[in-house]
């Protein structure tokens, strides 16, 4: 017998089991690396597919909040999609997958954050988007003498005002930030506070393994050179760092000549409710436009295309994919008609959006 449901107390390690046997060979890692998603107090959305007494396929997902400039939009973030052998091509995962949309859509979700990118999320609505520069660092001596300390537990204050300068982030508590701290502890080589002059200045967190900067806090300017310092110090090689494209001080990049990749974020994107996400984006739009025109704009989702209206104005969207480049951003973004609904959709999009594969990536 097949049963579609949340995970229950009683299965809870079972299905841990099988998720660690898909992503880490059968050791118990996971719920280490990603304790949000994985902990107990999340299994009302970690939803399974049994047959009879087995867990035979799971899907799980977070629901976060994201500040974007003082403007608030939930997201859920899905990870650790997994089937056992033995139920695969079946398509529990696909019937799993459903069944989040529309409990998202119940929870007043806006938007889907997934770490993969496999025909089972792109058929379904997912694709790439954002605008996300991938900068290499080298091993460099700066003129500045940064020192650094392991982060523990106690820095958690310290580490939340500095992550919380940026006005466009994803929303964390302090038993959150706990847990990633420890998260980044458990997954990463090196999570380390950054001190000049004896004064914190900001964080950083490296996979070694992965040659990246996982997440960062801080002046970029002054990161960037305490961070290739410390590759220089701890002979850890060339570094990935991936910034958005608009980052406050993103012009130290290019004065500094280093060599950039244009990307999109890591994972693909699915917009669950656009018309939800307007109405949480009024706040950060009508900055920029005045309240009366944003009110008169209209979105209509249609069987395989999205028309936004405005007066007598009507531009039609290609489907999902087109729908996210345009409200995330993308560096294929092909020209728009010289029309006033255009011109005001470039006023407010693409929005500002935190890197989605920093400690809150899952």
Known sequence: MQQLKSCSKDEFQQALDLINATFREGKQMMEKEFPLLLSEENSERRVLMKVDDEV????????????????????????????ANNHR???????????????????????????????????????FGGKVLRVKLTENKSNHLYTYEEVEEKDVISLLKI????????????????????AGKAAYEHFKKVYLNNMLIGYFVISENFKRVVEFGGSL?????????????????????????DSKDISVIYEKNYEVEERNHNGT?????????????????????????????????????????????AISLGGDS????????????????????????????????????NLNFI
């Open 89 to 127: 091509g079946k398509g529990f995962a696909t019937k799993i997958l459903n069944e989040i949309d529309q409990r998202m859509l119940n929870e007043n979700i806006h938007v889907q954050l997934i770490s993969g990118d496999r025909a089972l999320y792109t058929r379904r609505g997912a694709s």
């Open 56 to 83: 035979a396929a799971i899907v799980n997902y977070y629901k976060s909040n994201i500040h974007i400039e003082g403007t608030s939009v939930n997201v859920g973030s899905i990870g650790a999609v997994c089937t």
């Open 221 to 245: 300017p002054l990161i960037i050179q305490s961070i290739q310092q410390y590759q220089l110090d701890n002979k850890l090689g060339d570094l990935n760092l991936d910034l958005l494209s």
């Open 269 to 313: 994107i699915k917009i669950i409710d656009i018309n939800g996400l307007l109405n949480a984006l009024r706040p950060y739009a009508i900055q920029y436009i005045p309240e009366d025109v944003f009110d008169l704009i209209k979105v209509e989702k249609k069987v395989d295309s999205y028309v936004f209206y405005y007066k007598d104005e």
């Open 322 to 357: 087109e729908l996210v480049k345009l409200i995330f951003g993308s560096w294929d973004d092909t020209a728009k008609k010289d029309t006033e609904l255009n011109g005001i959709l470039q006023e407010i999009f693409p929005i500002p959006f935190p890197m989605t594969d």
């Open 163 to 182: 992550y919380n300068c940026d006005s466009t982030r994803f929303y964390r508590n302090h038993d959150e930030m706990v847990a990633l701290m420890y």
